[in-house]
């Protein structure tokens, strides 16, 4: 098999990339030539003590992989792929408190305990209060005279007051949690100039926070989830301090995802007005999918090989670091007639920006495409003539596919 023509030195998990793009070309010649391709790093130089990582880019090892837990670990060295070269072993180690970065049985346990506030019951007690927020949010959005930033205005609101629904959190609160999931992901980001001691100090206050809610509920149990959750400890409910790892992943899972979702959602109608013409006359049900599979939000996870085993024809030795690349993944042609057209229309989509399966599918998948059918039904009543003012500013990062800024207008 031929080599892929990468330049030397190429890294998919390079923060300077996704600063600048998603490297959709490199993933389809992976895909075509080599779509399970080593790649090497300084040793360090993403946070672990190796020389690199296998790129996964077919949308069927990627399912393999997520698929086989007992085969590929979210433990061993977690499901993030890349941290800063700075950080300590042991910070590494402590996120395994995390649900993403468990492996079955523990993932097990805890999974059933936490989706207990995610069945289609609970997801459609929010679903009006959640519609009247959307409005609300495009409402005050229009009410500008002139340019506005459509994250920190529209995509980044309803995600944040859904979590504060979901689990209780005062809405005057919202904007900590906000804060707190920027520092923690925000680490690769000079514009932002966050140390890896503010990502943690930043972690720490929202666990904390969390704690001390879970604690109030135990003594004083509402109707809302948390109460659910930890009011009963004795009885399979989750711990005050698991509890806050919870809420520390819905922070960045439930939030970031969903708010660079809509981001790209919504430059993607602007930039393909045919769809957004189509939208607002149709309003397909299955325009959310899309727009998920298009944006991708969460670039690539890793899991950890737990024995030697082959992929793709190539030999995994146990130890290596296995990256899963969904945004490859969700342009395989072998999968998605015209993978890189943007269609609204799309069906069936298997795509997997919700994971590929297996234990640590998205929880909140149901919550999050909620969250985009009201968004963009409320934005294609209030504002269907909103256009854009200039290009997307993007997120440095190693595995998000992150929008800091998407200037636009209604007028």
């Known amino acids: 098999m031929p080599c892929p023509a990468l330049p030397d030195g190429f890294d998919f998990t390079d923060p300077d990339l996704l600063h600048h793009r998603v490297p959709l070309t490199e993933f389809a010649e992976l895909r075509r030539v080599e779509p399970v391709t080593w790649i090497a790093q300084p040793v360090n130089q993403a946070g672990f003590q190796d020389e690199g990582y296998w790129a996964v880019t077919r949308h069927a090892d990627v399912k393999h992989v997520s698929t086989h837990p007992e085969l590929f670990s979210s433990t061993l060295n977690t499901a993030i792929i890349r941290f800063n070269e700075h950080i300590e072993r042991d910070a590494i180690d402590m996120q395994r408190l995390i649900l993403l970065n468990m492996d079955p049985p523990e993932h097990t346990r805890v999974r059933q305990i936490v989706q207990r506030g995610f069945t289609p019951r609970a997801i459609r007690a929010l679903e009006e209060r959640l519609r009247a927020r959307a409005h609300a949010i495009v409402e005050g959005a229009r009410a500008h005279s002139g340019p506005f930033d ?23 609160d919202r904007a900590k949690l906000f804060d707190w999931s920027n520092k923690m992901i925000a680490y690769d980001d000079p514009e932002y100039a966050i140390t890896e001691e503010v990502g943690k100090e930043s972690a720490a206050e929202l666990i904390a926070y969390a704690m001390n809610m879970a604690a109030d509920r135990k003594q004083c149990p509402a109707r809302d989830i948390v109460s659910t959750l930890v009011a009963a400890e004795d009885e399979g409910n989750l711990g005050s301090d698991e509890f806050g790892f919870f809420v520390l992943m819905l922070a960045v899972a439930g939030n970031e995802t969903t708010r660079n979702a809509i981001t790209h959602g919504m430059h993607a109608f602007l930039t393909h007005p045919e769809q957004w013409d189509l939208y607002k006359r149709e309003r397909p049900s299955t325009a959310a999918e899309e727009i998920v599979r298009w944006a991708t939000p969460v670039v690539s996870f890793q899991r950890t090989a737990t024995q030697d085993t082959e992929l793709g024809g190539k030999r995994i030795r146990k ?12 342009h395989d042609p ?69 929008v800091k800024e998407l200037r636009v207008t209604a007028r």
């Not at 459509?150 to 005057?172: M, S």
């Not at 130890?319 to 969700?330: K, M, Q, T």
């Open 334 to 402: 072998e999968v998605f007639d015209s993978p890189t057209a943007f269609d609204i229309t799309r069906d069936p989509n298997p795509h997997l920006g919700f994971g590929g399966g297996g234990p640590h599918y998205c929880l909140g998948k149901s919550l999050a495409v909620l969250e985009i059918d009201l968004i963009f039904n409320a934005l294609a009543d209030a504002m269907p003539d909103l256009r854009l003012v200039g290009e997307p500013r993007r997120l440095r990062s190693a595995w998000i596919n992150g």
């Open 319 to 330: 130890g290596d670091r296995v990256g899963i690349f969904y945004a490859s993944a969700n």
């Open 150 to 172: 459509f994250v920190t205005e529209v995509a980044c609101e309803l995600p944040l007051q859904a979590i504060a629904e979901l689990i209780g959190v005062p809405q005057d």
